[in-house]
């Protein structure tokens, strides 16, 4: 007995001593473990990186911009079903246990035992706190030394953050697959769907995912997502969490996911998006652009944008189809499987209605086309073939653009296509309605242009447009490309004058002029448009109407070229303008977009606006941190509610820069342009409109820039590699360009009414002869006009022209009914 007892002893002591020595053992791995441990206090002010995003005026998606796309939700906007669907599918004890399921555990260990050496992957046991001690502090290293970190990190991690902040992080880290991370993210990838509108079916995919986001593609691998779809719905019912019926039909529910882009929403806005990118990672850098979950409200009006794109193609391609048919695309063999082979060439993805195809057969009077396939989620090219015909009254526009039938319209489709052509073609039309199955040819073209729509008011940007196609080529001709604007300069060299004492009714010559431009640079011969027809002694008024280059130049000499420079500096169209008079003309280069903020100015009345694609942008926290508007509100602070106090006056301090009434008076003059001018075509729209041409040496470019009291557009027509637009009128801006901006007008001002322009206070409205700008009698008879004068200033009795003076340098006294034989070269002192 007594032996029994002293083994009992013996065996109670050295049980002690080795759970003692085992609790040290524990201690000491955990001591080991627990010292080089991450810091998981920072979890607290943890800022994940969220994607930016950026939406048009009316609050449309317009681009989204993130490394990892990922939107933060908060827990408390979280639908119930979603959170249940992660719990079933991950951790169903989350809110039970302390961090650690040790039954999980367990059978993990078990499963690794009986795997080992067999390279399977050991099954996790995870929980949610688990997985976020890995995700955010550890590695994805497969090892117990990181699962024994993982478990104490977890537990720490529960002591020190309540279940929904642990389960809150989860959901919005976690990888769900096709580059969405988070939930939110995931929701609108998938279902293009906020978390809040998802089915049964839909939250239980997602929650599916975190395991095996590749494995369980929705398309490659779908009969496996299904059933691990499934799978999650039968816990979620096992559990409580739905109903039998919702089960079996969430079971029942096809698995069809939607392809959510990152690239422009708006259609047409592609160079809108990224020419907003580029501003604000100019801002804030290229972390809080892809990292920083800004809110970028922009100024785009998506109607608009559709107006301006529509109307700036369509004139793009009717001046590229008019130069005739360059030919295919490339060719192909169409043997075999034609589609996959169409599949392989990348076809531009923002033409719409334009699509790719291929010619399968040919004949006289039609040819059958064969249409480029999608391709699936997966990347496989889709099996279903379309085809379609195209008749000759959908090629009698190709006429050959070389060779020897260079210029001549087509007989046959056969001469314009042949089997094998890759091409774009679009619905053939009649009468507005597109012919059931019949399509029309169409071709790259090669000329290009851009075109900008500003508020004048606010220096908004409406819309963009930097070229045909963003896919085609990123660069923006609305901002990038630096072109000669022609005579639509003119309007500042004018506006210069206008506000230095000139009037509309000022006289200049229109006559040669030789100018020696010194250092053995020659001597210039500036020329107007119509070679060899000079009107002699004209208003200002009449000169910008004709856009009479020498009265230009002659006007320029008159009042300095240091004061226009000044002037195109005040406006934003040069930054630096050189002394030499052809510059006068627009021989300077800048951009539409700097040319429609300058004509802005001059619609409102003289203030200076800063263009502007961004209305505000707030940070992830919702806090305003950039504003365009920056006009003071007096009053608009009311914390104690309305009690008869004076009404919100909005205080204006932007810069004056051209005095209100020399505005109007260019204005005016412009509207001259419009309506019995260069840009007569723009007449058509019916209401109160002025601008400008403008077309460059040789018609290397076509400019036209306009304006009615709310709203400025312009536009330049031009190849990148600048050449000739063409001969004679067919290469000017009043031939190409103002065309597009009248059918532009058209769209945009259709439901506007007629408003005419502001007459500023100050300003005199007299009736003058319209040829010659004097004063008009009461009997007067011939065509007259009310021309706008500054307090001081009025018609002239007489001439004194610009341009013509005596053998002593005196300016000449010239009746209005003076022969123009009298301003040739070397006769009365012309210089």
Same mark, same amino acid.
């Given at each position: 007995?007594?032996?029994?007892?002293?083994?009992?002893?013996?065996?109670?002591?050295?049980?002690?001593?080795?759970?003692?020595?085992?609790?040290?053992?524990?201690?000491?791995?955990?001591?080991? @473990?627990?010292?080089?441990?991450?810091?998981?206090?920072?979890?607290?002010?943890?800022?994940?990186?969220?994607?930016?995003?950026?939406?048009?005026?009316?609050?449309?998606?317009?681009?989204?911009?993130?490394?990892?796309?990922?939107?933060?939700?908060?827990?408390?906007?979280?639908?119930?079903?979603?959170?249940?669907?992660?719990? !079933?599918?991950?951790?169903?004890? @989350?809110?039970?246990?302390?961090?650690?399921?040790?039954?999980?555990?367990?059978?993990? !260990?078990?499963?690794?035992?009986?795997?080992?050496?067999?390279?399977?992957?050991?099954?996790?046991?995870?929980?949610?706190?688990?997985?976020?001690?890995?995700?955010?502090?550890?590695?994805?290293?497969?090892?117990?030394?990181?699962?024994?970190?993982?478990?104490?990190?977890?537990?720490?991690?529960?002591?020190?953050?309540?279940?929904?902040?642990?389960?809150?992080?989860?959901?919005?880290?976690?990888?769900?697959?096709?580059?969405?991370?988070?939930?939110?993210? !995931?929701?609108?990838?998938?279902?293009?769907?906020?978390?809040?509108?998802?089915?049964?079916?839909?939250? +239980?995919?997602?929650?599916?995912?975190?395991?095996?986001?590749?494995?369980?593609?929705?398309?490659?691998?779908?009969?496996?997502?299904? /059933?691990?779809?499934?799978?999650?719905?039968?816990?979620?019912?096992? &559990?409580?969490?739905?109903?039998?019926?919702?089960?079996?039909?969430?079971?029942?529910?096809?698995?069809?996911?939607?392809?959510?882009?990152?690239?422009?929403?708006?259609?047409?806005?592609?160079? @809108?998006?990224?020419?907003?990118?580029?501003?604000?990672?100019?801002?804030?850098?290229?972390?809080?652009?892809?990292?920083?979950?800004?809110?970028?409200?922009?100024?785009?009006?998506?109607?608009?944008?559709?107006?301006?794109?529509?109307?700036?193609?369509?004139?793009?391609?009717?001046?590229?189809?008019?130069?005739?048919?360059?030919?295919?695309?490339?060719?192909?063999?169409?043997?075999?499987?034609?589609?996959?082979?169409?599949?392989?060439?990348?076809?531009?993805?923002?033409?719409?209605?334009?699509?790719?195809?291929?010619?399968?057969?040919?004949?006289?009077?039609?040819?059958?086309?064969?249409?480029?396939?999608?391709?699936?989620?997966?990347?496989?090219?889709?099996?279903?073939?379309?085809?379609?015909?195209?008749?000759?009254?959908?090629?009698?526009?190709?006429?050959?653009?070389?060779?020897?039938?260079?210029?001549?319209?087509?007989?046959?489709?056969?001469?314009?296509?042949?089997?094998?052509?890759?091409?774009?073609? %679009?619905?053939?039309?009649?009468?507005?309605?597109?012919?059931?199955?019949?399509?029309?040819?169409?071709?790259?073209?090669?000329?290009?242009?851009?075109?900008?729509?500003?508020?004048?008011?606010?220096?908004?940007?409406?819309?963009?447009?930097?070229?045909?196609?963003?896919?085609?080529?990123?660069?923006?001709?609305?901002?990038?490309?630096?072109?000669?604007?022609?005579?639509?300069?003119?309007?500042?060299?004018?506006? +210069?004058?206008?506000?230095?004492?000139?009037?509309?009714?000022?006289?200049?010559?229109?006559?040669?002029? /030789? =100018?020696?431009?010194?250092?053995?640079?020659?001597?210039?011969?500036?020329? &107007?448009?119509? &070679?060899?027809?000079?009107?002699?002694?004209?208003?200002?008024?009449?000169?910008?109407?004709?856009?009479?280059?020498?009265?230009?130049?002659?006007?320029?000499?008159? =009042?300095?070229?240091?004061?226009?420079?000044?002037?195109?500096?005040?406006?934003?169209?040069?930054?630096?303008?050189?002394?030499?008079?052809?510059?006068?003309?627009?021989?300077?280069?800048?951009?539409?977009?700097?040319?429609?903020?300058?004509?802005?100015?001059?619609? &409102?009345?003289?203030?200076?606006?800063?263009?502007?694609?961004?209305?505000?942008?707030?940070?992830?926290?919702?806090?305003?941190?950039?504003?365009?508007?920056?006009? /003071?509100?007096?009053?608009?602070?009311?914390?104690?509610?309305?009690?008869?106090?004076?009404?919100?006056?909005?205080?204006?301090?932007?810069?004056?820069?051209?005095?209100?009434?020399?505005?109007?008076?260019?204005?005016?003059?412009?509207?001259?342009?419009?309506?019995?001018?260069?840009?007569?075509?723009?007449?058509?729209?019916?209401?109160?409109?002025?601008?400008?041409?403008?077309?460059?040496?040789?018609?290397? %470019?076509?400019?036209?820039?306009?304006?009615?009291?709310? =709203?400025?557009?312009?536009?330049?027509?031009?190849?990148?590699?600048?050449?000739?637009?063409?001969?004679?009128?067919?290469?000017?801006?009043?031939?190409? !360009?103002?065309?597009?901006?009248?059918?532009?007008?058209?769209?945009?001002?259709?439901?506007?009414?007629?408003?005419?322009?502001?007459?500023?206070?100050?300003?005199?409205?007299?009736?003058?002869?319209?040829?010659?700008?004097?004063?008009?009698?009461?009997? %007067?008879?011939?065509?007259?006009?009310?021309?706008?004068?500054?307090?001081?200033?009025?018609?002239?009795?007489?001439?004194?022209?610009?341009?013509?003076?005596?053998?002593?340098?005196?300016?000449?006294?010239?009746?209005?009914?003076?022969?123009?034989?009298?301003?040739?070269?070397?006769?009365?002192?012309?210089?």
């Amino acid at each position: 007995m007594r032996l029994l007892v002293r083994f009992l002893g013996f065996l109670f002591a050295a049980g002690t001593v080795m759970f003692l020595v085992g609790v040290a053992a524990v201690a000491g791995l955990i001591w080991h @473990f627990s010292k080089d441990l991450p810091d998981y206090s920072q979890l607290q002010d943890y800022e994940p990186p969220v994607m930016t995003r950026v939406h048009a005026a009316d609050g449309s998606l317009l681009a989204e911009y993130a490394k990892e796309r990922r939107l933060y939700l908060p827990i408390q906007a979280v639908p119930k079903l979603v959170i249940n669907a992660f719990l !079933a599918a991950e951790d169903k004890n @989350f809110y039970e246990h302390g961090g650690i399921d040790f039954s999980g555990m367990v059978r993990a !260990a078990i499963l690794y035992a009986e795997n080992y050496g067999s390279n399977r992957r050991p099954q996790g046991a995870s929980t949610i706190t688990q997985q976020v001690a890995k995700n955010f502090l550890l590695t994805n290293e497969v090892s117990f030394t990181r699962k024994i970190k993982e478990a104490l990190l977890a537990m720490r991690i529960e002591r020190a953050y309540s279940k929904d902040k642990i389960l809150e992080l989860y959901l919005n880290e976690i990888y769900l697959g096709l580059g969405a991370y988070g939930i939110a993210a !995931a929701s609108l990838v998938y279902f293009d769907k906020s978390v809040n509108e998802l089915t049964v079916a839909e939250a +239980s995919y997602l929650a599916a995912l975190p395991k095996a986001p590749a494995a369980l593609h929705p398309v490659r691998n779908h009969d496996r997502a299904i /059933e691990r779809r499934n799978y999650v719905i039968d816990r979620l019912l096992e &559990n409580g969490w739905i109903k039998q019926a919702d089960a079996d039909t969430a079971r029942k529910a096809p698995l069809i996911v939607t392809n959510h882009t990152t690239a422009g929403h708006t259609f047409a806005g592609e160079y @809108f998006a990224e020419e907003v990118r580029r501003d604000v990672f100019e801002r804030y850098g290229e972390k809080k652009l892809y990292e920083g979950g800004l809110s970028v409200r922009t100024t785009l009006d998506p109607k608009i944008q559709v107006m301006a794109r529509k109307t700036m193609a369509a004139g793009i391609v009717n001046y590229d189809e008019a130069q005739g048919w360059r030919g295919a695309l490339s060719k192909i063999d169409i043997s075999g499987d034609w589609g996959v082979k169409l599949a392989d060439i990348k076809s531009l993805s923002d033409i719409s209605p334009w699509r790719m195809a291929v010619v399968l057969e040919t004949n006289d009077q039609s040819a059958r086309i064969g249409f480029q396939p999608g391709r699936e989620l997966g990347g496989a090219v889709s099996k279903d073939r379309q085809t379609g015909i195209i008749t000759l009254e959908g090629v009698k526009w190709a006429k050959a653009a070389s060779g020897p039938t260079k210029g001549r319209a087509p007989t046959s489709v056969s001469q314009v296509l042949s089997p094998g052509d890759v091409i774009y073609v %679009d619905p053939l039309l009649k009468d507005g309605s597109p012919v059931d199955g019949q399509f029309r040819l169409r071709q790259l073209p090669e000329v290009s242009g851009a075109m900008v729509v500003m508020d004048p008011h606010t220096g908004r940007v409406l819309a963009m447009v930097g070229g045909f196609s963003f896919d085609q080529s990123q660069f923006n001709r609305a901002t990038q490309a630096y072109r000669q604007p022609g005579s639509s300069f003119k309007p500042i060299v004018y506006s +210069s004058a206008l506000d230095n004492g000139y009037t509309p009714s000022t006289v200049v010559v229109d006559a040669p002029i /030789e =100018i020696d431009q010194g250092q053995g640079a020659g001597v210039w011969r500036p020329d &107007n448009f119509s &070679n060899g027809k000079y009107r002699g002694p004209t208003t200002l008024r009449n000169a910008l109407r004709l856009s009479l280059n020498t009265v230009t130049v002659r006007l320029a000499q008159d =009042i300095g070229m240091p004061l226009i420079g000044e002037y195109a500096k005040r406006f934003g169209v040069y930054d630096e303008l050189p002394n030499y008079l052809s510059y006068a003309l627009g021989a300077g280069e800048t951009t539409v977009m700097r040319m429609v903020t300058a004509y802005s100015m001059i619609d &409102n009345g003289g203030r200076r606006v800063k263009p502007t694609l961004i209305d505000r942008i707030q940070d992830r926290y919702g806090h305003t941190i950039f504003k365009h508007d920056t006009r /003071e509100c007096r009053g608009c602070d009311a914390p104690e509610g309305w009690k008869n106090q004076p009404e919100p006056q909005l205080i204006d301090h932007r810069e004056q820069v051209l005095d209100p009434m020399t505005a109007y008076q260019i204005t005016s003059m412009m509207e001259g342009v419009v309506q019995a001018g260069t840009a007569t075509v723009v007449r058509e729209v019916g209401k109160p409109i002025a601008g400008k041409t403008g077309t460059t040496n040789d018609a290397r %470019d076509a400019w036209f820039v306009g304006f009615s009291p709310d =709203i400025v557009v312009g536009i330049y027509l031009g190849y990148d590699k600048p050449r000739s637009l063409g001969r004679g009128n067919a290469g000017t801006g009043g031939h190409l !360009a103002a065309p597009i901006a009248r059918d532009f007008l058209k769209l945009a001002l259709a439901d506007k009414p007629a408003v005419p322009f502001k007459v500023p206070a100050g300003i005199k409205l007299i009736r003058v002869d319209a040829k010659t700008g004097m004063r008009a009698g009461p009997g %007067d008879t011939g065509r007259t006009i009310l021309e706008a004068f500054k307090p001081g200033t009025g018609p002239p009795d007489n001439y004194s022209v610009i341009g013509v003076a005596d053998a002593d340098g005196r300016a000449l006294t010239v009746s209005p009914d003076t022969d123009r034989t009298i301003l040739r070269p070397g006769t009365g002192g012309l210089y």
